[in-house]
């Protein structure tokens, strides 16, 4: 019989690559990992783990069991938590977590409403890149993720786990310095913006953009590579080059020495609400992702800034 308290343990090796490590994580001694580890060999009736040098590794038939204990270990905190929020016995928790800029619109407001109307709910929130905010998810170390995706381009692959709300579909808007000819057009075509040098965000955040660029027949040259948006806004104002940014993220002034500028063919960033399918009943979850949707439909009913008649100030980069 396989024990769930062998299962933690196990991962808990696999996560920090020792006997020992395993015991500082989880707070007891190395003979107590060693025995529970001896047990859970003799229940799976393989060996789990091997030395290799001064670590400890998995064999393959561990590396099978961690990732089925993954999924088991979310369905029972998932299981936990429902039940005490059912029955009374805690009102409830929910971490957020948003890749960096992504919860700016969002996030203040619906953390504010969920302490509101569920006072005793506690609510945490923190930025992380792309990658690691679906390895936070995947790993219990968040309850709701904030992501984005290009639309028109392909599925999200790596999204086909997790369940999704979409949530704000924007334009991307051309970042250009104010001393070029194109940023005083109305618009602007990607292609003409090919020979331009490109301020650009990580690899994964720039990934979709710069695949919308190869279907016009060119690659993006990065000349420049950040995600803070001072930064950024000082490269354009610069000279330096061109970057791309939602346009939810523009404000009341363009920032100095630069213009945005309508892209076209029209790019559109979507961001979205990922869950585990085993947290999608868990009431304190439920509410975080209902007030997502309610953030949401409060901004798409704003309008524009081009409707407001105020300039251009983007805010997260994306190339």
Do not use: N, Y
């Not at 704000?168 to 990607?190: F, H, K, Q, W």
Request: with cysteine.
């Amino acid at each position: 019989m396989i024990e769930v308290r062998h299962l933690r343990m196990l991962r808990a090796v696999a996560a920090t690559g020792s006997l020992s490590g395993a015991g500082r994580l989880l707070g007891c001694t190395q003979p107590a990992v060693r025995q529970q580890i001896t047990a859970l060999e003799k229940s799976a009736g393989s060996p789990l783990i091997v030395r290799a040098g001064h670590r400890t590794r998995l064999t393959p038939a561990g590396e099978v069991l961690v990732r089925h204990a993954d999924t088991i270990l979310q369905e029972l905190d998932a299981a936990e938590r429902e039940v005490a929020a059912l029955a009374g016995l805690q009102a409830g928790a929910v971490r957020l977590v948003s890749f960096p800029g992504g919860g700016a619109v969002l996030v203040p407001a619906v953390l504010a409403a969920i302490r509101a109307a569920h006072p005793g709910t506690e609510v945490f929130f923190e930025d992380a890149e792309p990658p690691a905010v679906l390895e936070m998810l995947r790993a219990g170390a968040c309850d709701v993720a904030l992501s984005f995706r290009h639309t028109g381009g392909a599925e999200t692959e790596e999204w086909r786990d997790l369940l999704l709300r979409p949530l704000v579909s924007d334009p991307l808007m051309a970042l250009i310095p104010e001393a070029d000819p194109l940023a005083r057009a109305d618009s602007v075509g990607l292609v003409e913006l090919a020979g331009k040098p490109w301020i650009a965000g990580c690899p994964h955040c720039r990934g979709p953009l710069v695949g919308t660029c190869l279907e016009a027949g060119f690659t993006p040259r990065v000349a420049f590579s950040t995600d803070d948006w001072p930064t950024v806004a000082g490269l354009v104002g610069a000279g330096l080059g061109v970057a791309a940014v939602p346009r939810s993220s523009i404000g009341s002034s363009a920032p100095r020495g630069t213009r945005a500028v309508t892209l076209v063919p029209a790019v559109r960033r979507e961001t979205v609400a990922l869950v585990l399918p085993a947290l999608a009943r868990v009431p304190a979850v439920v509410a975080a992702l209902d007030e997502l949707e309610r953030a949401a439909a409060r901004e798409a009913s704003m309008p524009s800034t081009e409707e407001a008649g105020s300039p251009f100030f983007g805010g997260e980069l994306l190339v």
